[in-house]
């Protein structure tokens, strides 16, 4: 079976014109019609976004059935976090702290997501993670994460992906941490690169921040990142789509 997903930092609806403008998120989710979607920086209960809960509100609008919310940061009123929004059935969920050595409150929310198909169902596990902005911290979330339970018990041959805004401007994640892991870089901007296609600032990219990190039976289709118009003033970041297959052995 095929199916599509996307990673997008929203910067809580907020464009790079400083409005906030739920309904251009929409528009773009909408647009590029991924069966899963993974969103950083989304908001509930902020006043800067209306005391919205986003996540349940993206997901209501663009009928996802199926949602999960992992809120890392609090603010005087509301928080943030990242949210997942799937087609497909969850099964567990857990939000994993990556807040490390007293610093901003970072997270990567675990689901796990029950792909459905004919000969039989198919558990992806999927990792989605807003890193920080500090490349020390950087390598040692990422160190945590795949040494946690929820990684270190997958089997390598099991669909995997750890996606997200990585705020990784030099592409040291992948040599260092994943590929000896046994990730694959699906937004390298071609074979063999270490370098990802460009998604920040949106209006004018110049830094491969969001990645997508794959593992298992999986088979990279293609990548690409939006090329809306409305893209480009939505949010400060570009969303990425990646099509995968789900091989059978």
Same mark, same amino acid.
């Given at each position: 079976?095929? =199916?599509?997903?996307?990673?997008?930092?929203?910067?809580?609806?907020?464009?790079?014109?400083?409005?906030?403008?739920?309904? $251009?998120?929409?528009?773009?989710? @909408?647009?590029?019609?991924?069966?899963?979607?993974? *969103?950083?920086?989304?908001?509930?209960?902020? !006043?800067?976004?209306? $005391?919205?809960?986003?996540?349940?509100?993206?997901?209501?609008?663009?009928?996802?059935?199926?949602?999960?919310?992992?809120?890392?940061?609090?603010?005087?009123?509301?928080?943030?976090?990242?949210?997942? *929004?799937?087609?497909? !059935?969850?099964?567990?969920?857990?939000?994993? /702290?990556?807040?490390?050595?007293? &610093?901003?409150?970072?997270?990567? @929310?675990?689901? @796990?997501? %029950?792909?459905?198909?004919?000969?039989? +169902?198919?558990?992806?596990?999927? =990792?989605?993670?807003?890193?920080? *902005?500090?490349?020390?911290? $950087?390598?040692? @979330?990422?160190?945590?994460?795949?040494?946690?339970? /929820?990684?270190?018990?997958?089997?390598?041959?099991?669909?995997?992906?750890?996606?997200? /805004?990585?705020?990784?401007?030099?592409?040291?994640?992948? !040599?260092?941490?994943?590929?000896?892991?046994? =990730?694959?870089?699906?937004?390298?901007?071609? +074979?063999?690169?270490? %370098?990802?296609? &460009?998604?920040? +600032?949106?209006?004018?990219?110049?830094?491969?921040?969001?990645?997508? =990190?794959?593992?298992?039976?999986?088979?990279?289709?293609? #990548?690409? %990142?939006?090329?809306?118009?409305?893209?480009? #003033?939505?949010?400060?970041?570009? +969303?990425?789509?990646? /099509?995968?297959?789900?091989?059978?052995?």
């Amino acid at each position: 079976m095929r =199916f599509r997903l996307l990673t997008y930092n929203i910067h809580r609806a907020i464009g790079v014109d400083r409005k906030f403008m739920l309904e $251009r998120i929409v528009e773009i989710l @909408q647009h590029h019609d991924a069966d899963i979607v993974l *969103l950083q920086e989304v908001d509930w209960g902020a !006043p800067r976004s209306g $005391r919205m809960n986003l996540a349940a509100h993206l997901a209501r609008r663009l009928g996802y059935r199926y949602r999960a919310l992992g809120l890392n940061v609090h603010l005087r009123r509301g928080m943030y976090g990242n949210a997942t *929004l799937s087609r497909f !059935p969850f099964g567990r969920q857990r939000n994993i /702290d990556l807040t490390l050595g007293g &610093k901003k409150a970072r997270g990567a @929310q675990h689901t @796990q997501i %029950r792909l459905t198909e004919t000969w039989h +169902p198919v558990e992806l596990e999927l =990792f989605n993670v807003h890193l920080s *902005l500090s490349a020390a911290m $950087r390598r040692r @979330q990422i160190a945590h994460l795949l040494e946690t339970e /929820d990684v270190a018990t997958v089997e390598r041959a099991s669909p995997c992906v750890v996606a997200g /805004d990585m705020n990784d401007w030099l592409h040291v994640l992948q !040599p260092l941490l994943f590929a000896p892991a046994g =990730f694959r870089c699906a937004t390298n901007r071609r +074979p063999g690169s270490r %370098r990802s296609i &460009k998604t920040y +600032p949106s209006f004018a990219p110049t830094g491969g921040l969001d990645k997508i =990190f794959y593992r298992g039976r999986l088979k990279l289709l293609h #990548v690409h %990142r939006s090329r809306l118009k409305l893209a480009r #003033v939505a949010s400060d970041h570009l +969303p990425v789509i990646a /099509d995968f297959e789900l091989r059978r052995t």
